[in-house]
């Protein structure tokens, strides 16, 4: 085949920065009178999730240390619903592999998948509840508040899903996911969320917002009494910075990476334009032809949901599949459809010359191809000849390289620039 010549590219993104974390972090916790919230010697959980967020590390060992400033005595407590194949041990492994253990926080993890039944809600929800967390005498909810992958509404991904999923454990993620099937995530989240806020010894949430290359833009000490009306501020704002695909249209999209650090579906559903739900409305944008994925990322451990967003894969990510751990996850999450394994390409060459096969009448000239390192890596990234009018047109576009050829490796790997002009 023919491949087209293309361009990197850069596009200007949100760069609003927290420039001290810790900083940050314990001045809002001051804002909020941790002191008052907190007696000496109560133990403390504080939550950790499964996702990629870069301050991580840094948000929690400032929220460890102004606990044990006030005299409690803080635990790690895993928050991420199914994720790890929804073991006690599979958890406590995801967060080494992000780097969240006793020796980086200062407190010790504290994981099983035990949780108390706090009844239902007044739609008939089941709510369940870490027992970890409620055998403490407060429980810090921490999460990045961002737009969900599977729905829209005035709360999405952030600290009620956390509570209600992450807390929630494998028995809340399952509930809470089917019942939206009929009520759809916002009114679930937020009926099951109330109904924890009422019974669980909640003192405070930390919302991080991240910039558009992923940095902490904002950080903001949430109570109790406000969490959902504060919730859905950081919302609003988040979605004001959050990266997207700069072109509405395209025949083929290359994805290196998928992975559950990246986001929730692996790929993010809002910048693919696929949200693949069967009680959600299609997204209408962007619109692509075709979607090619070149790998899992290592912090998956395997997890596959979201490969079914794609149309073609290699073997590498067949390779690189725990089918258990996908499965846990797709059918926790009421999302089958995203575990679905696309066609399967030898090779990057392979995949990639399947979806050109089959986007249309499409020639080297024409084609409209874009190549990502991932869906939360939107600040720089590669086009063919047919998108660069609009990188022109564009304020936030720019041409950052001379055209390069589009070539593979004698084993028909897609190779980076670099390795292409020096072949």
Known sequence: ????????????????????????????????????????????????????????????????GEVKAVGGRPIIVPAMGSHGG????????????????????????????????????????????SRDAMDCDHVIVVNRVKPHTEFNGRIESGLIKMMVIGLGKHRGAIDAHRWAVRYGYEKTLISVGRRILENAPIALGIGIVENGIGESARIEAVTPENFIAEEMKLLEYAKRTCPHLPFDQLDVLII????????????????????MNIYEAPL????????????????SHGNGLGMGLADFV???????LDRDATCVNCVTAVTPEKGRLPIVGESDKAAIDYAFASAGPV???????CWIRNTATLDSMYVSAALLGEVSAHPGLAAASLPFEM?????????????????
Not at 90 to 110: F, K
Not at 314 to 320: F, P, W
């Open 363 to 369: 020639t080297v000239d024409d084609v409209r191809l």
């Open 256 to 275: 290196d990476e998928s992975g559950k650090e990246i986001s929730g579906t692996g790929m993010d559903t809002k910048v693919v334009g696929r949200i």
């Open 1 to 64: 085949m023919n491949y087209p010549k293309l361009t990197r590219i850069t596009q200007t993104l949100d760069r609003t920065r927290v420039e001290d974390v810790g900083a940050a972090v314990a001045a809002e916790m001051k804002r909020v009178t941790l002191a008052a919230r907190i007696k000496p010697g109560a133990r403390v959980a504080i939550t950790a999730g499964s996702r990629g967020i870069r301050d991580m590390i840094a948000v929690l060992r400032a929220c460890v």
């Open 86 to 129: 929804a073991t006690a041990e599979g958890q406590t492994s995801m967060l080494e592999g992000l780097g969240v253990t006793e020796a980086t926080i200062g407190a010790p993890i504290v994981s099983s998948m035990d949780v108390v039944d706090f009844g239902t809600t007044a739609e008939g929800i089941p709510v369940n509840f």
């Open 314 to 320: 290699t073997k590498r990510v067949v390779d690189a």
């Open 407 to 423: 070539a593979f490796s004698s084993e028909g790997e897609l190779l980076k620039p670099e390795e292409s002009m020096a072949c």
């Open 284 to 299: 209408e944008h962007p619109h692509i032809t075709r979607i090619v994925l070149r790998s899992l990322t290592e912090k």
